[in-house]
């Protein structure tokens, strides 16, 4: 998934990326709610992690903006302030979720993936085609029975072409979902990634490139 981390204390915010990215989301970082702004009118997002204390813009301006602009990304509220009146208001300006600070990262995590299925069309919990198997939530992929240990990168295209159920993925998809907004797009990490899976998956060839539009797994 594509998630935009909003949160205006540096460390906190790279500590969130890395453990998000660590579940092969691609993660961009805005420190400030202007920032945030900026990044949503040119990124596509499921998942906005949201400080409410933001310098610039406020955080619940910033969600209202969302809200407004009718865009298909979720809402994971932070806070300080732990009163239920807060929670409330946060949740009636268009929040989905709501979690006050501190908390515990693999909570976050979970709370992330699972607004993230409710961002997308809907897809069972098990990926499974061509004989390849992926679960998303232990983060595991098998082919005919064989476990194939992926990257965070090989794994992340694999769940979009497995998501797509047989369509074509463009480049530009695959990039806009698995790596963040400081990826130069003429590096031609698409194409090396895919690479890679094929190999790690094994014969016979499975993921098919069509040309001129990108991949799929038939």
Known sequence: MRVLVVEDEPMLADAIAEWLRDDAHAVDVALDGGAALERITVNDYDVVVLDRDLPVV?????????????????????????EISDRVTGLSLGADDYLPKPFAFPELAARVQALGRRARPAAPPVLRRAGITLDPARREVFRDGRYVPLSRKEFAVLDELLRADGAVVSAERLLEKAWDE????????????????????DDPPVVETVTGVGYRIP
Do not use: W, Y
């Open 182 to 201: 400081h990826t130069d797009p003429f590096t031609g990490v698409v194409r090396l990634t895919i690479l890679k899976l094929r190999r790690k998956l």
């Open 58 to 82: 406020h955080g619940d301006d910033v969600c209202r903006e969302l809200v407004g602009s009718e865009s298909a990304a979720r809402v994971l509220m932070l806070t300080a302030a732990a």
